[in-house]
């Protein structure tokens, strides 16, 4: 069974030297014998500093990308390997950003995830449809279809990975799916990684997209909602501080 949620902070490309420790001296200082499991995926210039300011924090590192070659001849790319030196235990693969802005395809999601297991690091694999694919009634086939490919390729280590559906229309948007909206989508996962493994119920399903202080409690409260993946809301101390305490 799932123990405990996960609410993880993706910083995505913000951040900076000074600021960083500010943030999470603020988080720290908030911080009260948490009993939910608690990440920050920053940009990987920061994974040395943050490893620095969360040594011995109950704050987990998360990195937000990795490549899903092992080592080489890739300019700009960093390895699960190297990750793995800077105490990264979380990383976030197959973000819609990444999806729509880098060309990831399902494939190259799933040999990103292949890569961080192999590496004893735990993938936040990200699933999510567009508010086109929404409003035409193709949200169910399209994450199927997203994580099928990722079932395809790691079936046997499945119940390691830590899902996230991330429905595009509700990130950065301030529009937040509904409960129910929400609960649905993590259902229809939830059935297909039973299908594929007998440890599927193991498995936490963090919801995103402007998840806030406000709405935390209510989608938290969902049966198969184990957690969040929080933007906007993780670069300001007492909003992520408000949705750690949700779910508690
Ligand atoms: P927001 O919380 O800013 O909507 O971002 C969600 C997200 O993309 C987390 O990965």
Redesign the pocket.
């Known amino acids: 069974m799932r123990t405990r949620k996960l609410i993880a902070g ?1 910083w ?1 490309m913000n951040g900076g030297l000074i600021a960083n420790v500010a943030l999470l001296k603020a988080i720290h200082a908030g911080l009260h014998n948490p009993s939910c499991d608690i990440a920050v ?1 920053v940009p990987s210039a920061f994974l040395a500093q943050c490893q620095t300011l969360l040594a011995s924090s109950p704050i987990e590192l998360g990195a937000q990308d990795l490549s899903q070659h092992e080592a080489g001849a890739y300019t700009g790319e960093i390895s699960a390997q190297m990750l793995k030196e800077f105490g990264v235990r979380y990383v ?1 693969v197959g ?3 990444r999806r729509q802005y880098h060309a990831e395809s399902d494939a190259s999601v799933a040999s990103k995830v292949q890569r961080a297991l192999a590496n004893g690091i735990t993938p936040i694999v ?1 699933v999510g449809e567009s508010l086109a694919e929404r409003e035409s009634g193709q949200t169910d086939e399209v994450v199927k279809r997203q994580l099928a490919a990722v079932i395809h390729l790691n079936g046997h280590c499945i119940s390691e990975i830590v899902l ?1 559906y ?1 429905p595009i229309w ?5 529009k937040t799916a509904s409960p129910e909206q929400a609960q649905a989508v993590h259902a229809v996962l939830r059935g297909q990684l039973k299908a594929a493994s007998d440890h599927a119920e193991r498995v936490r399903i963090l919801y ?5 202080a406000a709405n935390a409690a209510t989608l938290l409260a969902q049966p198969d909602i184990d957690g969040g ?6 670069l300001k101390p007492q909003d992520f501080l408000a949705i750690i305490d949700s779910a508690a």
């Open positions: 993706n995505k995926c976030i973000h819609s950003e990200c996230a991330e509700a990130i950065g948007t301030g995103g997209g402007s998840m806030n993946l929080i933007g906007g809301a993780s």
